[in-house]
């Protein structure tokens, strides 16, 4: 019992930050049809840039934690306005996709250059002992990575479905052409879809560092992780990524524990593909909504 | 065949043998030994996604298992270098007819993470079982052929590069044929085809089979000449890169993959001289290169070259 | 919009042909020594401190007026973790730039992947990685020399102090890299010769970021101690972990621990760590009349005034190569057979960073279980164990 208990905290752990990307990838799915395979690279940006501001130039926790979504945020910004925005008219897909891998070289080039290849991490929100729970044990930062997880959750669930904003962005997401012809500008639904994306990305670096450190180079890795748990749940859908997210953590958890570490990431691949070939709009997918889009 | 591309055929022989004559220089042909390499894989994915519209990122994984099958046959159960080969990509073929089946149901991203998937789990079983596991393991024999073994860095030049050349002989009828034509409709529209009472699925398997083809018999010359084989060179990171050499080099021509994996191959070796930078200039480059050039290099050489042309016979008729 | 993409073809054109210009001759003959380190990618934390080392030694010798008056050029390679890029580099570094010898490559694979090449060429490899079968069998790696220690060594060292503190059940965590795996291979084969047994045998990946599903296991099983072989994040991930699982009993890390920056990310965590490390680490705490101490203490000073950064034990590896390299050419000039035969006979009783060198025609690495101390971690500092 304390065994699996262990397990599923070791996996609810990694499921979040894969949860997050997922949620990022949805996002922006929505309104584009695209995959940002940046996304993953926003992840390092906030965990990178939260320990510039906080341990490098000594700011406060609050203001470097700010400071860190903006930069993120901008950065999401710049990179919409520059390549997605005058790709976007002619709708070719693969090739957008292309340019955000593209951009995703470009910028784990620009932090190698700055932070070089070490990695990095700073203390845990709070400080104190880790909690004990019936035998298992799990930090306190794991608690904070989750609880920002759901927060993130809730806040997404209110935007979108109470703000005007947010349904704007939601009804982009169902039909593009007749987004617009309501009135929806869709250049500015696609621009705030890449800022919240990257806000988001980088909050789950900014929580995660403190547990498993970070460096220049982790971006790939969570962006492959979190699109599996994005396609897994359904694209497009948040509750979806979010399910895909803490399934393939805790699947890999509990392969490490019962099976073998060494065909963790091979075991909850297997899984994913049998969902796909059994459910091929993933759990929460809509087989309907998938034949009309072509990606 | 169509003209055009016979005489591009043509050149491109006489390129492939003359080039060697013109250099010595055992580095350029090593490059040049990649790029091949690297082109075989290209133009089956190219033929995949440009003819058929299927995404697959699961190339490096028929690369393994064409490298890993050929390899291990010939080292440790001392069979003839091209009987490894052919068995090699037979095993990589009914992989693809495994996968393909049950996949080709998926579209567009999500058939894109379930290929990644597969590519990602042979590159697990390679990293786990293969022989020496990550430390990779060598000795593996040359290619040789008729009893003949191939050293020399030239020879092997002239071998892939002929492989190309057959390959693109093979492609370029296979697409002019009613397959290729068929192949295109699929692209275009898949309902279309559908009603023409054109088996599509069994299509698709067909050429998914053959991208897998392409790239498991790259993955075996690989192999031959390297003679060292660790699972690090097939992870997804040759996947993206292959797709990358395909999108850069043009989707939309066959000849595209080829123009790619010039590009790609040959892109970090001269960026060597910027040292640090050289990952930045390479991010920097790609980014350019797909937002400007969005059709690809093939496609828009084509473009420049039927205006200029247009435009020199319009004088002379007038 | 159409000019920038005419734009783009002809930079990408112009570029392609840039390679195939040859490069212009050097009016003066320096003497020319290649490199090929791992200076990005997944084993760049090797490749960092070997470049640097490199770059340092190379300028420190040409401004005392270089190898017997001539020039030396030291042209460093990144292979990008990769091998097809470390075969590309030594072809270049062979082909074009004509060198006598080559330095490298940082990882096991790489450099198995230049066997083949090196004695092709006829040119001497002094890796600077630490698999056993770079250099064996010693017969047909006529030409290839290592500065590394064998993992082998740094278990023995392990196992030696476990065996004295009667340490009989251990859990191994390995990463799924060359390094860990050849760790691995090591950890389980030497393990019944010193009465140890391993009661649970688990692994992750490069880029994990928990570990605690598998220590929990270890623990599961009954494990008196933890042995961790890994290099980069995962170690102290692992250390972390370690320390919030409150598992204990000892853990113990590879020498790939020996870095000041893995005891400052792991904080409090990290006390206790015991590692089998070179002295590199531990120079300040080495008797004065110990033969490696005046040469690593001028190369720690020296790195860290350069680089403002801590020197490695793996740039270590490459200060050995480049030197044993130096010496030959100084010692019997510009000729790479000669060179060779320099490195396999007069290589003896010589002091490098990684121990004392004795290299011969059976043994073309030269360093043993002595080139390691038992080190652990305590308040914030290295301690020699005795």
């Known amino acids: 019992m304390t065994l699996l208990l262990q397990f599923l905290f070791s996996g609810l752990t990694t499921g979040s930050v894969y949860a997050l990307v997922g949620i990022g990838f949805n996002i922006v799915y929505n309104s584009t049809s695209i995959i940002n395979l940046a996304q993953g690279e926003f992840v390092v940006i906030g965990g990178l840039m939260m320990w510039f501001f906080l341990e490098g130039m000594q700011f406060p926790f609050s203001v470097s934690f700010s400071l860190t979504l903006l930069t993120a945020a901008v950065i999401g910004l710049i990179m919409e306005r520059l390549t997605i925005k005058p790709l976007l008219k002619k709708g070719d897909l693969l090739l957008m996709i292309m340019v955000t891998i593209a951009i995703s070289i470009l910028i784990r080039g620009i932090l190698m250059f700055k932070f070089g290849k070490d990695p ?77 994306s990257s806000v988001i990305g980088a909050l789950g670096g900014i929580a995660i560092t403190p547990i498993s450190l970070m460096e220049y180079d982790k971006g790939a890795m969570l962006s492959v992780k979190g699109f599996c748990a994005a396609i897994m749940g359904g694209l497009g859908r948040n509750r979806g990524a979010v399910a895909g997210g803490f399934s393939i953590g805790i699947l890999e958890a509990l392969t490490a524990g019962y099976i073998h570490s060494g065909f963790k990431d091979a075991i909850a691949l297997l899984i994913m593909l049998f969902i796909l070939f059994v459910k091929p709009a993933g759990i929460f997918g809509k087989a309907e909504i998938m034949k009309l889009r072509k990606f | 065949m169509n003209r055009e591309n016979a005489i591009a055929i043509l050149l491109l022989t006489i390129l492939v043998f003359l080039f060697p004559q013109l250099t010595t220089d055992n580095y350029i042909l090593t490059v040049g030994i990649f790029i091949g390499i690297n082109s075989i894989v290209a133009i089956g994915l190219t033929i995949l996604m440009g003819y058929a519209g299927q995404i697959s990122l699961g190339q490096a994984g028929f690369y393994g298992i064409g490298a890993y099958v050929s390899a291990i046959l010939s080292l440790s159960y001392g069979l003839p270098v091209m009987l490894s080969i052919i068995t090699a990509i037979a095993v990589a073929s009914i992989a693809a007819t495994l996968l393909a089946i049950p996949s080709l149901r998926l579209k567009g991203h999500y058939l894109a993470v379930a290929t990644l998937g597969f590519g990602e ?128 080099g043009g989707i939309s021509n066959i000849w595209g993959g080829i123009a790619g994996a010039i590009i790609i191959t040959i892109l970090p070796e001269v960026l060597r001289g910027f040292k640090e930078f050289d990952i930045l200039m390479y991010g920097l480059i790609l980014t350019l290169s797909l937002l400007f050039m969005r059709k690809g290099i093939v496609p828009m050489v084509i473009d420049v070259f039927r205006n200029k042309f247009l435009i020199k016979i319009r004088k002379n008729d007038a | 919009m159409k000019g920038l993409g005419k734009l783009c073809l002809c930079l990408l054109i112009f570029l392609v042909f840039t390679f195939f210009t040859p490069i212009t001759s050097h009016c003066k003959e320096p003497y020319r020594i290649g490199a090929i380190f791992s200076v990005t990618g997944a084993a760049s934390f090797l490749g960092e401190p070997e470049k640097n080392t490199v770059l340092m030694l190379a300028e420190q010798i040409n401004k005392s007026g270089g190898i017997n008056g001539h020039p030396l050029e030291v042209i460093i390679e990144d292979s990008k973790s990769d091998e097809t890029q470390a075969v590309l580099a030594a072809k270049k570094l062979l082909e074009k730039d004509k060198v006598l010898a080559i330095i490298g490559p940082s990882t096991t694979g790489e450099s198995m992947a230049l066997v083949p090449i090196m004695t092709q060429a006829k040119t001497p490899l002094i890796s600077a990685a630490a698999g056993a079968n770079i250099t064996q069998p010693v017969k047909e790696r006529y030409w290839i020399f290592k500065t590394a220690q064998y993992d082998t060594s740094a278990v023995e060292a392990i196992y030696t102090y476990m065996k004295k503190r009667g340490i009989k059940k251990v859990g191994i965590l390995t990463i799924t890299t060359g390094f860990g795996d050849s760790g691995r291979k090591a950890l389980t084969e030497l393990a019944s010769k010193f009465g140890i047994s391993i009661v649970a045998d688990e692994r992750y990946g490069p880029k994990d970021t928990d570990m605690t599903a598998q220590l929990t296991k270890i623990k599961a099983a009954g494990a008196q101690a933890v042995i961790n072989w890994s290099i980069g994040p995962g170690q102290v991930i692992v250390t972390k972990n370690w320390y919030a699982l409150k598992m204990g009993i000892p853990l113990f890390q590879s020498h790939g621990w020996g870095s000041k920056k893995n005891i400052e990310l792991a904080g409090k965590a990290a006390e206790g760590v015991i590692a089998p490390l070179g002295r590199l680490v531990v120079w300040n705490k080495l008797p004065d009349k110990h033969p490696q101490k005046a040469l690593l203490k001028k190369y720690a000073t020296d790195y860290e005034q350069r680089f403002k950064a801590e020197p490695s034990t793996f740039g270590g590896h490459a200060y050995d190569a480049f030197m044993i390299v130096v010496e030959a050419i100084k010692k019997v000039g510009p000729d790479k057979q000669k060179i060779r035969d320099y490195i396999e006979n007069k290589i003896k009783k010589w002091p490098g960073t990684g121990g ?20 652990i971690v305590k308040n914030g500092d290295w301690e020699i164990l005795k």
């Open chain 1, 120 to 196: 990095y991490t700073y203390p845990a929100f709070t400080e104190g002992e880790p909690i004990n729970f019936y035998g298992a044990v799990i930090t306190q930062q794991t608690l904070w990575v989750i609880g920002i997880t759901v927060l993130c959750i809730i806040l997404l669930y209110l935007f979108f479905n109470k703000t005007m904003t947010g349904r704007a962005m939601r009804a982009c997401s169902i039909n593009i052409r007749a987004a617009r012809l309501m009135g929806i500008n869709v250049s500015k639904v696609v621009m705030l879809s890449f800022i919240i």
């Open chain 3, 356 to 375: 004392i060198f004795n290299m011969s025609p059976n043994d073309h690495c030269g360093l043993d279980v002595s080139a390691f101390e038992m080190v």
């Open chain 2, 121 to 248: 789990i042979i590159h697990i079983i390679i990293n786990e079982w293969g022989p020496g596991g990550p430390s990779g393991f060598g000795d593996i024999p040359h290619f040789s052929i008729f009893g003949y073994t191939l050293q020399s860095t030239v020879e092997y030049f002239y071998l892939i590069w002929i492989c190309i050349i057959l390959i693109m002989i093979f492609s370029l009828n296979l697409l002019n044929s009613m397959t290729g034509k068929a192949l295109r409709a699929i692209h275009d529209s898949e309902i279309a085809t559908l009603t023409l009472g054109i088996n599509i699925t069994f299509l698709k398997i067909k050429v998914f089979v053959l991208s897998a083809v392409y790239a498991s018999l790259a993955g075996a010359l690989y192999a031959h000449y390297v003679t060292f084989l660790s699972p690090s060179g097939f992870s997804l990171f040759y996947s993206v890169l292959v797709l990358m050499m395909v999108v850069i």
